[in-house]
């Protein structure tokens, strides 16, 4: 946990600027009237849909010159480099990538783009529904950091795909400027990484419930302010938890704090959650069980936190039933399950929170007794199919029994 932590550390906080050493002001000015410099290429100017490019710092002294590098387009001549094929001056642009055979830029060929392919297919057949989304991709190929559901809520995936932690009310342009999910993909890259080779679970930063980085972010008992997008320390100004509270810090946002009563009272104060508490106790008693010379193998399943430090949606109560919660552990409406039933076995109270989400609307989903979506769902006089996070599956009717999901007991699950 130390080690993750310090390396955290070393690669967000320590920035040391360079560019004050060398080049003050007034050095490119002499510079660039002594040596000159060439003339950018013209595509960063344009920056319209077939010339584009980035502006970068100049590979000259004090990156005096203005540099540009530009991006080919699609079946545009490339090179891959090498000897006799030229010098590189551009690149293929955002998704694309250079061909070695043919030296032109083609499509990279990736899980998202795939999918993307798929989608369009169908779409020329007329088989996407209203409420189907093409998948979203980066300029790397991969899957873009969320994804919307439109008119319900956008939520954090990885780069493959795969949904992970952060959700927030899907209110259009400005949600997906303010989801970037950073820190939900920080820690599931340290959970695929380096957790499968530790005993305990590794914690990784805070997330608050969008997947954006906690503005408080503890190393040990001494606090920070960090950028919610980038994760990295924004001011020197830290406090002690043996002295201070969270609350003392300039960025405590009380909304943000999910146990605002560790900052209640007499110091020392504490920025922990119930379930890494429990966590934590869990590790102790393993340990002292080896200490005592126990075979501890039994107990060696510590339930990992979610990156917010909650237990999640779904939260099993003293008497063995799971019920759905929210971000501070309230129940949420009457999901719940009783064990050795299927109901409990697939449980996990997606729906129940993406409703919860849209306390507002009127238009939220139907959700199983367990918190699941249900399969069918129905809006202004159309139904759908959808997937266990919600997302529509096919085209919608207005007759459900012509769905691929459609199933005579349908309303009840
Ligand atoms: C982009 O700008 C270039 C140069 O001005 C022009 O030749 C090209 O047609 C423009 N492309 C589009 C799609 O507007
Ligand atoms: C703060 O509240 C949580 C849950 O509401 C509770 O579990 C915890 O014991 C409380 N902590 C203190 C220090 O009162
Ligand atoms: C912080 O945790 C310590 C140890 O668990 C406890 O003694 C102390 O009361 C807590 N402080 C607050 C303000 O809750
Ligand atoms: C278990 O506890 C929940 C609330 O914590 C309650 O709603 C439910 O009825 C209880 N179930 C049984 C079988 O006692």
């Known amino acids: 946990m130390e080690f993750v932590w310090l390396l955290f550390v070393c690669l967000v906080l320590y920035q040391v600027d360079c560019t004050s050493i060398l080049c003050e002001e007034g050095f490119c000015r002499n510079h660039r009237f002594k040596e000159g410099c060439s003339t950018p290429a013209h595509e960063c100017r344009i920056n319209n849909a077939t010339h584009t490019g980035l502006w970068l710092p ?19 001549h490339c090179s891959a480099g090498g000897p006799g094929t ?10 694309l990538t250079c061909d070695p055979q043919q030296l032109t830029c083609v ?3 990736s899980k998202c783009h795939t999918a993307q392919d798929e989608y369009d297919a169908r779409h020329l057949r007329g088989e996407t529904g209203a409420l189907e989304q093409r998948p979203l991709c980066d300029g790397k190929g991969n899957y873009a950091a969320f994804h919307c559901v439109p008119a319900h809520t956008c939520f954090c995936q990885s780069e493959d795909g795969e949904r992970i932690f952060g959700e927030r009310l899907n209110l259009g342009a400005t949600t997906m400027q303010n989801m970037h999910c950073g820190c939900s993909r920080f820690n599931y890259k340290i959970r695929k990484s380096i ?19 906690h503005p408080v972010q503890c190393i040990g008992r001494t606090c920070y302010c960090v950028n919610r997008i980038t994760g990295k320390i924004r001011d020197e100004k830290s406090i002690n938890l043996n002295q201070d509270p969270i609350s003392k810090l300039p960025c405590y946002n009380a909304e943000l704090d999910l146990f605002p009563n560790q900052s209640e009272g007499k110091p020392p104060y504490n920025y922990t959650t119930p379930c890494y508490e429990h966590m934590q106790a869990k ?4 340990k002292q069980a080896e200490e005592n010379g126990f075979i501890t193998d039994f107990f060696t ?16 109560t003293t008497n ?11 129940k949420i409406e009457d999901y719940e399950a009783e064990p050795n039933t299927e109901n409990y076995e697939n449980m996990d109270c997606k729906c129940a929170k993406t409703s919860f989400l849209m306390a507002q609307s009127n238009e939220r989903p139907i959700c199983c007794k367990n918190g699941n979506f249900r399969k069918i769902q129905c809006r202004r006089g159309q139904c759908r199919c959808v997937d266990s996070d919600g997302r529509q599956i096919g085209r919608e009717s207005a007759d459900v029994t012509t769905l691929s999901c459609y199933n005579p007991d349908w309303k009840r699950c």
């Open 58 to 76: 100049s590979p000259t002294i004090c990156n005096c010159c203005e540099y540009c590098l530009p991006f080919y387009g699609k079946e545009s």
């Open 86 to 95: 030229g010098v590189t001056v551009g690149r293929c642009g955002h998704g």
């Open 107 to 109: 499509r990279m060929s």
């Open 195 to 213: 957790s499968p080779g530790v005993r305990f679970p590794v914690i990784g930063p805070r997330c608050t419930a969008d997947g954006n980085f």
């Open 283 to 286: 590790i102790d008693i393993i």
């Open 301 to 316: 399943t510590v339930s990992e936190c979610m990156p917010d430090g909650t237990y999640g949606r779904v939260l099993k």
């Open 320 to 330: 063995g039933t799971k019920i759905c919660v929210d971000d501070r552990g309230h």
